[in-house]
């Protein structure tokens, strides 16, 4: 009977670790001091599908120009240099090999994720000879965590967004106006400041929500909040105040063009015919404007002076614009 053919003990561990180094789910690839590729593992080969035998001692520019050279070469010529590892993150290169991303589970993401490590490779005599990159998928944990962030800019909108209209909801439009009279009370120690603030109301909503139903009054609120996005500036913040109730607040705009959009929303929203069912309904609104001045100790007070300013209109007959006075007073 023959026995079976013994290797060396060296050439036997060759063996296991070059398999290993074949099938490890981590990209290999390893340089030669002239770029030169002296490994290209089967993750590589997988991923690109060029295999290890075009590839060996093939300049790696030669085979990929659209690799970035200058990057590389900064990272490549450094290791060699100092003889410690260096390192890429996807955040500052998402990908390095152009690879497709395969996994099912990440199947938006076109691309694969890689963090990648340089990493010296020793001669005997303890001498850098060669660069091993080390190319790590990281594609599922980032799809993951991109996934959570776009989740949680999903979650923060909504948590100030007004589910009828789209508009600002109140608790956020109240942030930008207590940061907007900060700002002012600031810039006002410094000159002048202007900015001013619209509040108004739907006059006689409740009889709509009474002859025509809920859903018809919704879809008043609806139109009349269109009509305030189109007419406010990209720079301005509306909001949604209450129920029919609704605030638009103007940064760098003083009194007498507060006035001038009032009027101007005014006059759209009197025009207004929505369409509910078989319905054609029309509204108008009453307005309230407050400029900022230096006498205003918080924003409470300068919401409760554009109140004051809507409940003139209010009383003066509604479909009108009033600005504060301190005779408004009560
Ligand atoms: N359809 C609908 N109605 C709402 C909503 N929020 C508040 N309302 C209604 O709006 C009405 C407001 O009525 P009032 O405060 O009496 O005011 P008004 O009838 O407009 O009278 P004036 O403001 O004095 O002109 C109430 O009937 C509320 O039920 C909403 O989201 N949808």
């Given at each position: 009977?023959?026995k ?7 050439i036997?561990d ?19 001091r ?48 100092l003889?410690?590892?260096?390192y ?5 290169r998402p ?27 020793l ?9 091993c990159?080390?190319?790590?998928d ?13 989740a ?8 100030r ?8 909801n ?16 600031r ?11 619209i509040?108004f109301?739907?006059d ?59 009027e101007?929303?005014r006059?759209k ?11 054609e309904?029309?509204?108008t ?22 109140d ?18 301190k005779?408004?007073?009560?």
């Open positions: 009977m023959n079976p053919e013994q290797q060396p003990p060296e036997a060759f063996y296991w670790m070059l398999q290993m180094l074949q099938t490890v789910d981590v990209g290999l690839v390893i340089l030669e002239d770029y030169r590729i002296k490994l290209w593992n089967g993750f590589m080969e997988n991923h690109s599908g060029i295999t290890n035998k075009h590839l060996i001692d093939k300049e790696i520019f030669s085979v990929f120009p659209n690799l970035p050279r200058t990057w590389i070469e900064r990272k490549v010529e450094s290791v060699f240099k003889g410690s590892p260096a890429s993150t996807w955040e500052q990908h390095l090999f152009p690879f497709k991303s395969y996994r099912p589970l990440t199947g938006h993401s076109e691309r694969m994720y890689q963090n990648i490590t340089f990493m010296p490779l001669d005997p005599s303890r001498k850098v000879s060669q660069v990159l080390l190319v790590y990281v594609t599922e944990s980032v799809t993951n965590k991109l996934q959570l962030e776009d949680n800019i999903q979650l923060e909108k909504l948590s967004t007004d589910r009828l209209t789209g508009l600002n109140r608790g956020f439009w109240e942030e930008c106006l207590q940061q907007e009279f900060r700002r002012s009370k810039a006002s120690e410094l000159g002048k400041v202007e900015s001013s603030l509040i109301d739907i006689h909503f409740k009889p709509v929500n009474d002859t025509h139903g809920h859903l018809a009054g919704d879809q008043v609120i609806k139109a009349v909040a269109q009509c305030l996005k189109e007419t406010a500036r990209d720079t301005d913040f509306a909001g949604r105040y209450g129920g029919e109730e609704f605030v638009l607040l103007l940064p760098d705009t003083g009194v007498e063009g507060a006035f001038e959009v009032a101007r929303l006059t929203i009197q025009s207004l015919v929505v369409q509910h069912e078989d319905l309904l029309s509204v609104v009453s307005l309230g404007i407050c400029d900022f001045t230096t006498d205003l100790d918080s924003f409470n007070l300068w919401l409760e002076r554009a004051q300013a809507l409940y003139h209109s209010k009383h003066q007959g509604r479909n009108q614009s009033s600005v504060w006075s005779e408004l007073e009560s």
